[in-house]
T-cell receptor, first 111, second 118 residues
Framework: GQQVMQIPQYQHVQEGEDFTTYCNSS?????IQWYKQRPGGHPVFLIQ?????EVKKQKRLTFQFGEAKKNSSLHITATQTTDVGTYFC???????????FGQGTRLTINP | KAGVTQTPRYLIKTRGQQVTLSCSPI?????VSWYQQTPGQGLQFLFE???????NKGNFPGRFSGRQFSNSRSEMNVSTLELGDSALYLC?????????????????FGNGTRLTVT
């Protein structure tokens, strides 16, 4: 069955609203990275999470790694038009060290 | 420092043909990974090479193959092209192998090669 699920697939918000994307795995993760891809561009690295329960912040972006290391979230506070793009999680599954990219969440914003 | 370079940027091929894509990583990076991106399937991992050895492989048929040279440059080959192979192929480099348990270096992506199969 599918090992990784990233939700939602699409999210449209009004500028100033918050946004959250989730990455869920059926397998424990070694680590997770988050990437952002602007329309017409290539993915750009945002952050890496390694430790159980880890929380990291980058200005309006908050990244969390679940206690069981099976899920992660990216939260954007008060979205701006510059946040438009697709957000991907990149996972390393523990044990087999299998590499998987999430399906991505495409964020669009109404100014 | 130059970024990841992929050539060619665009390619049009016919069904049944084969194609070779090239990727030059950032200087000093020893890992190169390949990804296929389509609107319907998102970003899918093809394979990763580190020190000329394939370290990890996604769920793609054997028509998709790759190799890495001693200077870390990598090539990807797709044989017997199908219409469904039309996609953006992205290459990414990093210092260490992504599957390394102590891995902590990010992927740096190139601008991709857009392949159209007619």
């Amino acid at each position: 069955g599918q090992q990784v699920m990233q939700i939602p697939q699409y999210q449209h918000v009004q500028e100033g609203e918050d946004f959250t994307t989730y990455c869920n795995s059926s397998t424990t993760l070694s680590n997770i990275q988050w990437y952002k891809q602007r329309p017409g561009g290539h993915p750009v690295f945002l952050i890496q999470l390694v430790k159980s329960g880890e929380v990291k912040k980058q200005k309006r972006l908050t990244f969390q790694f679940g206690e069981a290391k099976k899920n992660s979230s990216l939260h954007i506070t008060a979205t701006q038009t510059t946040d438009v793009g697709t957000y991907f999680c990149d996972l390393v599954l523990q044990g087999a060290q299998k590499l998987v990219f999430g399906q991505g969440t495409r964020l669009t914003i109404n100014p | 420092k130059a970024g990841v370079t992929q050539t060619p940027r665009y390619l049009i091929k016919t069904r049944g043909q084969q194609v070779t894509l090239s990727c030059s990583p950032i200087s000093g990076h020893r890992s190169v990974s390949w990804y296929q991106q389509t609107p319907g399937q998102g970003l899918q991992f093809l394979f990763e090479y580190f020190s000329e050895t394939q370290r990890n492989k996604g769920n793609f048929p054997g028509r998709f193959s790759g190799r890495q040279f001693s200077n870390s440059r990598s090539e990807m080959n797709v044989s017997t092209l199908e219409l469904g192979d039309s996609a953006l192929y992205l290459c990414a480099s990093s210092l260490e192998a992504r599957a390394n348990p102590n891995y902590n270096s990010p992927l740096h992506f190139g601008n991709g090669t857009r392949l159209t199969v007619t």
